[in-house]
C-alpha cells in the first residue's frame, strides 16, 4: 500500500491550524542542524520508542518527512507507523529540501519542549 501524501501549500494550512503533529525522520544530527517549526524528532532507528512515549493518540493526524522528495525515510517512517495502528498518516514528500526553497522558516538547535499543540496529541 502506497503512502498518502500532504503537499507543502496544505501541510502550511494545516501546521496554521496546530495539526498534524510534525515528525522528521531524519537522524537527530540532521534534525538540529534545522526542522520545520514545531517538528519532533524521529530518527527510524528509535520509531517504535519515540511512538510509544510521545504518540498516544493513534487516531491524531501525523505527517512525517525527511530530507527530499529523494529521500525514502518518510515513507519507511510512516508505513511503520501504519503498522503500529496510527490511522492518520501522512508524508510531506517534498521534504525540508522543498520547505527551505518555498523560503518558509525552520528551527534550529534540540528539540523544544512540547508545544502546546503536540502536547495535546501525545498526551
Known amino acids: 500500500m502506497k503512502n498518502r501524501t500532504i503537499d ?14 510534525l515528525l522528521e525522520a531524519l537522524d537527530e544530527a540532521y534534525f538540529v542542524q534545522g ?3 514545531g ?3 524521529l530518527p527510524l532507528s528509535r520509531l517504535k520508542e519515540i511512538a510509544r512515549a ?11 518527512y525527511c530530507a527530499s522528495s529523494t529521500c525514502q525515510n518518510s515513507d519507511v517512517a510512516a508505513k511503520a507507523l501504519v503498522d503500529l495502528g ?8 517534498g521534504g525540508k529540501a522543498d520547505w527551505i526553497e518555498a ?20 498526551s
Do not use: N, W
Open 39 to 41: 517538528a519532533i524528532a
Open 54 to 64: 510521545r504518540l498516544k493518540d493513534k487516531s491524531a493526524p501525523i505527517t512525517v
Open 35 to 37: 526542522h520545520l517549526p
Open 86 to 93: 496510527y490511522q492518520d498518516v501522512t508524508v510531506y514528500k
Open 8 to 21: 507543502r501549500f496544505a501541510l502550511a494550512v494545516a501546521l496554521a491550524h496546530r495539526a498534524p503533529v
Open 103 to 122: 523560503g518558509l522558516p525552520i528551527e534550529m538547535g534540540p528539540e523544544r519542549a512540547l508545544t502546546e499543540r503536540s502536547a495535546e496529541v501525545v
